[in-house]
């Protein structure tokens, strides 16, 4: 994979040891797509995206229209411009029905033919890479990252979905998702600020000390929760 892919992984999961060992024209093949940082060698992209987190009345699944149709825009042109095969693009979301919306979105998509990108949870991504991975992460509303907390949904919840989907690509890794919602989430913080700080996000604005605070909140919450040493 692309060293800028890996490289944030590497830090929050492998304590840095992940090396990228990848064919080097391979994995720059993607870097000139015009959605990405012009002039850098940085094929990683975080798209905020100021969804809704719904349900259907037949499902307790989780999907978001928003991210849903950012994907197939995306998609679409990334597959029309750098003339890839659909096939080596792979789109993930931890919720089915996201998935659903997606695949359907895609086989739905008129300029471009993408019934062949493969779309599927985390666990699709399992033993294997691909060329471009997106994606979705869905949660838009607080009051529901305390349902993934207790029935194990989603990305934000689970370090290692994260981790599987953050790390099989090999030339683009393009994650959408709402960046209110995930800097709440230390690790999904850290890949907002990622991205950002290396002109890699695109979406709301998130102002000069976003982070810093962030950061400050995490600190005042991680000092309540260790409990005090008794003199």
Not at 214 to 230: A, G, I, V, Y
Request: glycine letters at 6%; charged letters at 25%; a neutral charge.
């Amino acid at each position: 994979s692309h060293p800028a892919i890996l490289e944030l992984p590497s830090q929050l999961f492998y304590g840095g040891r992940l090396v990228p060992m990848a064919n080097s024209k391979v994995v720059r093949s993607l870097c000139s797509w015009k959605h990405l940082p012009q002039g850098g060698d940085f094929p990683f992209m975080f798209v905020g995206v100021e969804g809704e987190d719904e349900q259907e009345e037949d499902s307790n699944s989780f999907f978001n229209i928003y991210e849903a149709i950012e994907i197939q825009r995306l998609v679409s042109d990334l597959v029309g411009s750098m003339s890839m095969d659909a096939g080596d693009v792979t789109v993930v979301s931890a919720y089915k029905k996201q998935t659903q919306k997606i695949r359907l979105l895609l086989r739905q998509n008129e300029s471009v033919n993408l019934r062949r990108v493969q779309v599927g949870g985390p666990e699709c991504l399992q033993g294997r890479e691909t060329r471009a991975v997106f994606i979705s992460t869905v949660r838009a509303r607080q009051q529901h990252l305390k349902i993934d907390t207790m029935f194990d949904l989603g990305l934000l919840n689970d370090p290692r979905k994260m981790n599987t989907a953050l790390t099989r690509a090999i030339a683009l890794t393009v994650v959408v998702g709402d960046p209110y919602i995930l800097c709440m989430d230390p690790h999904w913080g850290q890949l907002v600020r990622y991205a950002h700080d290396n002109n890699a996000y695109r979406g709301p604005e998130l102002g000069p000390d976003y982070f810093k605070r962030r950061t400050q909140k995490f600190k005042q919450e991680r000092d309540l929760m260790t409990p005090s040493t008794p003199p």
